[in-house]
Each structure stands twice: as C-alpha cells, then as structure tokens.
T-cell receptor, first 114, second 112 residues
Framework: AQSVTQPDIHITVSEGASLELRCNYS??????LFWYVQSPGQGLQLLLK??????LVQGIKGFEAEFKRSQSSFNLRKPSVHWSDAAEYFC????????????FGKGTKLSVIP | SAVISQKPSRDICQRGTSLTIQCQVD?????MFWYRQQPGQSLTLIAT?????????ESGFVIDKFPISRPNLTFSTLTVSNMSPEDSSIYLC?????????FGPGTRLTVL
C-alpha cells in the first residue's frame, strides 16, 4: 500500500527566508505526486504536481518541488516566503493515470514570522 | 478547473442527530469523492460517488453511517448519521478532472 510521510508537523520561518517542506512516499510503481495547500477555513488548493518528465516542477505562488526517485522524496521549496504563505501543506501520492485515488500525508503547518 | 461549493460551511449538531452536506460543482463530472479531515489529521477518503452507481466506501466507513446520494453529474450529498462527538471533523468533497482532484471549501462539523 502506498503511504506518505511528512516528517515536520510544524515549521516556523521568517518572512523573506527560504522554505523547504519534506515529503517522503512509499509506492511500488512510478508515483503521481501532488502538493496541496490549505489556508485556514479554506479547501485544498493544488500547488503543483509531478507525473513524469522533468523532476523539478514549478507550481503556483512561486513554489517548486523536486522529485528524487532514489530518495523517494518530493520536497516543496520556495526561495522567499511571504506572510500569506502561512497555511497547512499536504503532500499526496496518486496511483496513476486514470485513477484519482490519493493518499495524503499528515500535513505540515507553516507559520511565518514578520 | 472545477469550482465546487459546499453547504453548510459549518454546523454545530447534537449527539444522535444527522446532518446532510451538499456538494455542488459548476460542471459535469463523473467522479466525486468525500473526505474526512479530523482535527489535526490528514484527509481520509470516505467514499467514491459516481453518478448512476452505488457509492464505493473505503475500509472503516459504512453506508448506514455515511449514506451518499449522487442524483446527477453536478451534485452529491453526504449524510452523517446518528452523530457522536467523534464525528467532529471537516468534510470535503472533491471531483476528478484530467489527472487532478479539485476540492470544495469543506464543511466544519462540531458534534456536542
């Protein structure tokens, strides 16, 4: 069975600092990987996704993520964090094309210090 | 991308009662999903609801507790039956389009 681990429950960074949120997955085949953001009182918004090809993917709001098969990781990065980035971030793995089955990690809450 | 709305956005309910949550999509979609997000936890899939067929429930979730309707390609309901405080969660619907899922804003349920 597939699984997703987000090792950091809560991260606090200063505004303008760089950010990296960790995600490790377990999946037997080539995974479909996603990062979602959930702002307080909001639903989930897709930041970016990886299906195949270039292992560095660009997303919305200045986020990027790098797929590293050897490390089973899909870490999310942003070079300069804004106060509006404070939210909960979820990594998810999907079964593949045509399947919408997603397994989510437990999330990382990001706090931003002015 | 699909735009999804849910009603109610939040509710406070008494133990033993039932609540029906509505999910409306602005376009026709085949696959809709219902998730539960317990406090401080991640999302757990409750069931998949495809129009024209019975909902498919994940392990640990049963139809008697979470009956689902899917009358057409733009609408679904999830009922949380005979509620207990353990049912206090955010309930989210989502739809599958292309290779992505799009999520509604969620319904925050508190059971007293």
């Amino acid at each position: 069975a597939q699984s997703v681990t987000q090792p950091d429950i809560h991260i606090t960074v200063s505004e303008g600092a760089s950010l990296e949120l960790r995600c490790n997955y377990s999946y037997g085949a080539t995974p479909y990987l996603f990062w979602y953001v959930q702002s307080p009182g909001q639903g989930l918004q897709l930041l970016l996704k990886y299906f195949s090809g270039d292992t560095l993917v660009q997303g919305i709001k200045g986020f990027e993520a790098e797929f590293k098969r050897s490390q089973s990781s899909f870490n999310l990065r942003k070079p300069s964090v804004h106060w509006s980035d404070a939210a909960e971030y979820f990594c998810a793995v999907g079964e593949g094309a045509g399947s919408y089955q997603l397994t989510f990690g437990k999330g990382t809450k990001l706090s931003v210090i002015p | 991308s699909a735009v999804i709305s849910q009603k109610p956005s939040r509710d406070i309910c008494q133990r033993g009662t039932s609540l029906t949550i509505q999910c409306q999509v602005d376009s026709q979609v085949t696959m809709m999903f219902w998730y539960r997000q317990q406090p401080g936890q991640s999302l757990t899939l409750i069931a998949t609801a495809n129009q024209g067929s019975e909902a498919t429930y994940e392990s640990g979730f049963v139809i008697d507790k979470f009956p689902i309707s899917r009358p057409n390609l733009t609408f679904s309901t999830l009922t949380v039956s005979n509620m207990s405080p353990e049912d206090s969660s955010i309930y989210l619907c989502s739809v599958g389009q292309g290779n992505e899922q799009f999520f509604g804003p969620g319904t925050r349920l508190t059971v007293l």
